[in-house]
């Protein structure tokens, strides 16, 4: 079965430059979620899109800005970079019909690994 | 918002034996349940979930319980193996494909 396909598995930054990361949802998912997590951390929720629109936000800093676009693949794009800006993003996708009984649970991809020196 | 607290943060156990994560959460609006295991170097990975209507289900070795009134859920593993050996997170949320809060992972270790 398809999965969430993330690009690029790692990412190697320096400081105050930009990184963008992608993620492409499961086929006729409608939801993204974009979550960070930190080495030995949980993931923590930063943004999520349903159906192109901006549908809840987290801890996700000014620097960082994300869209959903036409095919419902989404970006995560990071500016000013900082060191405490490594960790792994994870983005998940899910199907969400509001009092439906046919939404499914979060799938998540493998990640981007950046790593900001 | 949501806040899961999930113990223990590490366990060890031998092979064969049985393990148990405990997780509570604070918001009553919480309806759904899922528990994920991470690999080194892989996304989380859905391993079984419970539904706030559903007070227990279990899929071969692996069973969750749940508590509404008590605000616990529960995972328990029976006759580990090596390779259940990862990271396990439990979440909760309002609903099936919904936002999902987080508690701090138990590293469990599975010993031959």
């Known amino acids: 079965a398809a999965g969430v396909i993330q690009s690029p598995r790692h990412l190697i930054k320096e400081k105050r430059e930009t990184a963008t990361l992608k993620c492409y949802p499961i086929p006729r998912h409608d939801t993204v979620y974009w979550y960070q997590q930190g080495p030995g951390q949980d993931p923590q929720f930063l943004i999520s899109?349903?159906?192109?629109?901006?549908?809840d936000k987290g801890s996700i800093p000014d620097r960082f800005s994300a869209q959903q676009f036409s095919d419902y693949h989404s970006e995560l794009n990071m500016s000013s970079l900082e060191l405490g800006d490594s960790a792994l993003y994870f983005c998940?996708?899910?199907?969400?019909?509001?009092?439906?009984?046919?939404?499914?649970?979060?799938?998540f991809g493998n990640g981007t690994r950046l790593t900001v020196t | 918002g949501e806040n899961v607290e999930q113990h223990p943060s590490t366990l060890s156990v031998q092979e064969g034996d049985s393990a148990v994560i405990k997780c509570t959460y604070s918001d009553s609006a919480s309806n759904y349940f899922p528990w994920y295991k991470q690999e080194l170097g892989k996304g989380p990975q859905l391993i079984i979930d419970i539904r706030s209507n559903v007070g227990e289900k279990k899929d071969q070795r692996i069973a969750v319980t749940l508590n509404k009134t008590a605000k616990h859920f529960s995972l328990h593993i029976t006759e580990t193996q090596p390779e259940d050996s990862a990271v396990y997170f439990c979440?909760?949320?309002?609903?099936?494909?919904?936002?999902?809060?987080f508690g701090a992972g138990t590293t469990v270790t599975v010993r031959a």
């Open positions: 979440a909760a949320s309002r609903g099936v494909g919904y936002k999902l809060s």
């Open positions: 899109f349903y159906e192109k629109m901006q549908s």
């Open positions: 998940a996708s899910s199907l969400l019909q509001p009092a439906s009984s046919y939404n499914s649970p979060l799938h």
